[in-house]
């Protein structure tokens, strides 16, 4: 089958760029410019027409890219139109009408690339990552996972794991025979090695997720104590409803922001207090949820009523920040327990202090991020893999304390597919709709 998709993005722009891949695509080619085929990457103008009655739809650039030496490893070309809406419309729906093409799933162009060996799972999530990188620091970890350094480090691991299981097996399948004392001692030395290792890279406080899915601040704290005025202040914008009414915000209201290079994603909680509405407690839920998930809490509170009772003592324990809003309206001195705490004293309404309080933010992120080790880890995925890896060699390692070899073997065999199944060394299908379908159509 013959896939095809708008490539570049959705809507009005100058150019458009329509892709298609498989055994059909000369064919397409063909009938849409009535001519040849043009060279092997080499920019051609020509005329598109339409197919039946060969009226002109538009005059632009083709590329031919024949296969294996291609993106997908398939025969494959691009089509570069004026980016009207119905000039690719006008492209799409011609190409329709060939036999054996379709419009592409989302994802499925990286997909066929890495089916036909062209890229690896861990580079084909770097290129979903880089499409969607927001900042900088997003970008850099895509460049890096994509040169392949994680790749080579989890086959590394790998390989050893298969040398050990070699030596395993030798034993298996020779029982009468004596394993040498060398190799016996390399087969647990590298084991514990490789545990290590993998212990290691498991130990990296997140920082390769935090930078892909964003640094997570929630703010929680009671009703009117200014957490929406805040959210809306840091994000320049209204994003939540500001009211003097308590309870006003009853569900989690998000916004994506760059502070200085860094992805942040804010949240804006329902106020915590003791309420019999239902959809309030829900909300209430939500927030606390939202505060156990954070990677940072700013606790709002007002100047005026301070209550470290209940939840809110719960909530300043941990990575976080008492943020004491309307001092403006404070006659008198904080009491002496806050400054145990990490706070600032703040007034909204007057813009006081809230520098401050962006410095500390500031400063909470960048230490979030500062990392002496390479970041392998980019996704829950990896780590899931690497932790079922761990628990697999902890089983390998008692059993062969035992002599227990058949069932050692079992779970030396299983360590070593889930380090295969980081990079796709291994059979994958049933992970590969949830990492394509991220994608967006076209790439």
């Given at each position: 089958m013959t896939i095809y998709a708008l490539s570049s993005g959705p809507g009005v722009s100058g150019v458009a760029v329509i892709r298609i891949s498989g055994s059909e695509t000369s064919k397409v080619i063909k009938s849409l410019t009535g001519k040849?085929?043009?060279?092997?990457?080499?920019?051609?103008?020509?005329?598109?027409?339409?197919?039946?009655?060969?009226?002109?739809i538009d005059e632009g650039i083709i590329l031919w890219f024949p296969g294996p030496e291609s993106y997908t490893g398939e025969d494959m070309a691009e089509i570069h139109v004026h980016g009207g809406k119905a000039v690719v419309l006008a492209v799409q729906n011609e190409i329709s009408k060939i036999k054996n093409c379709r419009l592409a799933e989302p994802g499925e162009f990286t997909k066929l690339a890495f089916q036909?060996?062209?890229?690896?799972?861990?580079?084909?999530?770097?290129?979903?990552?880089?499409?969607?990188?927001?900042?900088?620091?997003?970008?850099?970890?895509?460049?890096k996972i994509m040169k392949g350094k994680s790749s080579e480090r989890f086959n590394e691991l790998?390989?050893?794991?298969?040398?050990?299981?070699?030596?395993?097996?030798?034993?298996?399948d020779f029982p009468d025979e004596d394993l040498p004392e060398d190799n016996i001692k390399k087969i647990k030395e590298n084991s514990l090695e490789v545990l290590n290792d993998i212990n290691k890279i498991l130990n990296d406080q997140k920082v390769g997720e935090i930078i892909r899915e964003g640094f997570k601040i929630a703010i929680v704290g009671p009703t009117n104590a200014g957490k929406s005025s805040l959210i809306n202040y840091l994000s320049n914008r209204e994003v939540a409803i500001v009211s003097e009414i308590a309870g006003t915000t009853r569900d989690v209201v998000e916004t994506h922001l760059n502070i200085d290079g860094y992805p942040v994603i804010i949240s804006d909680t329902a106020g915590?207090?003791?309420?019999?509405?239902?959809?309030?407690?829900?909300?209430?839920?939500?927030?606390?949820?939202?505060?156990e998930n954070a990677d940072l809490k700013l606790v709002v509170v007002?100047?005026?009523?301070?209550?470290?009772?209940?939840f809110f003592n719960d909530l300043i324990k941990k990575n976080a920040i008492l943020v004491i809003n309307k001092s403006d309206l404070l006659n008198k001195k904080l009491d002496q327990e806050i400054s145990k705490h990490n706070h600032v004293l703040i007034s909204l309404k007057d813009n006081l202090n809230i520098d401050e309080l962006i410095t500390k933010i500031k400063n909470?992120?960048?230490?979030k991020f500062i990392t002496e080790e390479d970041i392998?880890?980019?996704?829950?995925?990896?780590?899931?893999?690497?932790?079922q890896c761990a628990d697999?060699?902890?089983?390998?390692?008692?059993?062969?304390?035992?002599?227990?070899?058949?069932?050692?073997?079992?779970?030396?065999?299983?360590?070593?597919?889930?380090?295969?199944?980081?990079?796709?060394?291994?059979?994958?299908?049933?992970?590969?709709?949830?990492?394509?379908?991220?994608?967006?159509?076209?790439k």
């Open positions: 040849q085929i043009p060279q092997p990457r080499v920019a051609t103008l020509r005329k598109i027409n339409n197919i039946n009655t060969s009226e002109l036909n060996g062209k890229i690896n799972l861990l580079k084909a999530e770097s290129i979903a990552d880089l499409i969607t990188a927001e900042t900088e620091i997003q970008r850099l970890q895509a460049i790998r390989d050893k794991l298969l040398k050990i299981l070699s030596y395993v097996e030798a034993k298996i915590i207090r003791d309420s019999k509405d239902e959809i309030e407690k829900k909300g209430i839920k939500l927030s606390l949820k939202k505060a007002d100047a005026k009523s301070i209550d470290f009772s209940g909470n992120i960048r230490d392998l880890i980019t996704r829950e995925r990896h780590r899931q893999h690497l932790v697999h060699l902890k089983n390998f390692l008692d059993k062969n304390n035992k002599k227990d070899f058949d069932k050692a073997a079992e779970d030396l065999r299983l360590a070593t597919r889930h380090l295969g199944m980081i990079v796709g060394k291994v059979d994958v299908e049933e992970i590969l709709g949830s990492i394509f379908n991220d994608f967006c159509i076209g």
